[in-house]
């Protein structure tokens, strides 16, 4: 067997030349020390540390930047809580900012007596804004086919619509109950108490009912009001001149 393989280059090294004791000493110590350092290098727990760290910071990452739909499914009654909330509370600035400018671009468009082949609001900044605003707010709660049909039902969409260009009125979910059909998994009936408070200050409390399908699990395939017909005309009324 040829032992020569094994040995270490300083070994084969000294074998051609002629050495001092005092150098070979000398040799030997630097040879211990090279020895034991190979054998004080933990590899295997650096290279595991150095991997484990990088799953950490892998997960960390993707965990700090997963939007609100990744982030967990919801149930479906988690959506339809969120759609209502959002229907019947007053909404932020931002809602009528979008919608106020939307509706003062229709009327200067639809004021004008010119016949049009295709509708004139479309690509107008004010319908893009608030297109986005609305897909911003409900889309992650629908379905894709729920959700174009929503947003073309707008007193079952939001009941401050019929508000044009008022602010002056405050409205507040108070109570919401939604439940589960006992033949139908995917359909839900919900009833809720609005507090209403008109631009005059005078507040009453309103029952409504409603129903919602959910074919997938936290989306919405449509959701509609079944009894609100006193509150939509309150509202009405109030957002008459």
């Known amino acids: 067997m040829n032992l020569s393989k094994n040995k270490d280059p300083l070994f084969i090294e000294l074998g051609k030349i002629e050495r001092s004791e005092q150098m070979k000493s000398a040799t030997f ?4 020390r090279r020895i034991q350092k190979k054998r004080s290098i933990p590899v295997m727990p650096a290279v ?3 991997a484990l760290a990088a799953v950490t910071f892998f997960l960390v990452f993707s ?3 997963e939007s609100p739909e990744t982030a967990g499914s919801l149930t479906d009654t988690e959506a339809i809580e969120k759609v209502l909330n959002m229907q019947l509370n007053k909404p932020e ?3 009528f900012e979008v919608v106020y400018a ?3 671009r229709m009327e200067e468009v639809y004021a004008s007596e010119t016949e049009y082949t295709s509708d004139p609001m479309e690509g107008t900044p004010e319908l893009i804004a608030y297109e986005e605003y609305i897909e911003k707010e409900f889309k992650p709660y629908f379905t894709s086919n729920g959700f174009d049909n929503f947003k073309v039902q707008p007193m079952d969409f939001h009941y401050f619509f019929a508000m044009d260009n008022q602010r002056n009125y405050e409205m507040e979910l108070l109570d919401l109950n939604i439940e589960q059909s006992e033949n139908t998994a995917t359909n839900y009936s919900f009833s809720a108490e609005v507090e209403y408070t008109d631009p005059d200050g005078e507040s009453n409390v309103y029952s409504l009912t409603g ?3 959910v074919p997938e699990q936290g989306k919405i395939g449509q959701i509609n009001f079944t009894d609100a017909n006193e509150f939509q005309q309150k509202i009405s009324d109030d957002a008459t001149p």
């Open 63 to 65: 965990f700090m930047n």
């Open 48 to 50: 595991i540390s150095v």
């Open 93 to 95: 600035d931002e809602f």
């Open 29 to 32: 110590q630097k040879l211990q």
């Open 211 to 213: 129903r919602a399908i």
């Open 102 to 104: 939307k509706w003062q």
